[in-house]
């Protein structure tokens, strides 16, 4: 709530900031049996893992946003922890302007998830920056759309384990091949491509896909 915690060459942004966790605190105080008044009855503050529970998505990011850069770089380094164990070959540093941009779009697709709209042609906004520990993987270059549903989905490989990402990995490639066993009219591959996934991601061509995966360190499931 203090806005010297904040960048000074954001101050507008700053202040939504500090009014949006305002009315959290308001909102929640009055209930009794939650954590924000706890906090506030007995210590008269919040810390900040206590109202982190209470924010939206876009809360977050704007958060995050608005953070002095010493305080965003350290956010980004724990964020680094998920990409070695994703990349263990991974020695880098992760900028907090391409983390920014990987939480914007993850959001946006987030949101679309949220309100049951439909994915097929959506693209974000903005291209996220061009992080080579990710893309130089996939084969994307910095000339690359970087705006797709698939897109997002790699780079989730910042922010959650190894077995997270695999979990999730998995079940998606699962449920891609239960709806190629419903298709009659149209390929897969034409709901792949829209959705910016590679041709055969789901596994047609298992031999290279479990090739590419293993270099990724992804264990696919023996079931799909």
């Known amino acids: 709530m203090d806005i010297n915690s904040y960048n000074h060459k954001k101050s507008l ?16 105080r009055q209930y009794r049996n939650n954590s924000i008044n706890h906090y506030l009855t007995n210590y008269n ?17 704007s958060l995050l946003n608005c953070l ?8 980004a380094n724990d964020c680094a922890e998920f990409i070695v164990s994703n990349n263990p070959n991974f020695t880098g540093q992760f900028p907090p ?16 998830c949220a309100h049951n709209n439909r994915l097929i042609y959506f693209e974000c906004r903005s291209d996220t920056s061009y992080f080579p520990a990710i893309h130089s993987h ?27 990402y695999a979990k999730l990995h998995n079940s998606i490639r699962k449920k891609v091949n239960t709806l ?26 298992k031999k290279e896909q479990q090739s590419n995966n293993k270099k990724r360190g992804i264990t696919i499931g023996t079931h799909l």
């Not at 503050?45 to 990011?61: E, K, N, R």
């Not at 002095?68 to 350290?74: A, C, F, K, M, V």
């Not at 391409?98 to 946006?108: D, G, R, V």
């Not at 996939?138 to 190894?162: A, H, M, W």
């Open 13 to 28: 942004s700053v202040a939504h900031v500090i009014s949006s966790l305002n009315n959290i605190l308001r909102k929640n």
């Open 45 to 61: 503050a919040v810390p900040i893992w206590v109202i982190i529970d209470y924010l939206t998505f876009g809360d977050l990011y």
């Open 68 to 75: 002095p850069d010493n305080l965003q770089n350290r956010v």
């Open 97 to 112: 302007k391409t983390m920014l941009s990987f939480i914007k779009n993850i959001q946006e697709i987030r949101n679309v």
């Open 138 to 164: 996939y084969g994307i270059t910095p000339e690359d759309n970087r705006r797709s549903v698939y897109s997002t989905f790699i780079n989730l490989q910042c922010f959650v384990s190894k077995v997270e």
């Open 180 to 205: 190629n066993n419903q298709l009659k009219s149209i390929d897969i591959n034409s709901i792949l491509l829209l959705l910016g996934f590679p041709k055969n991601w789901n596994g047609c061509d």
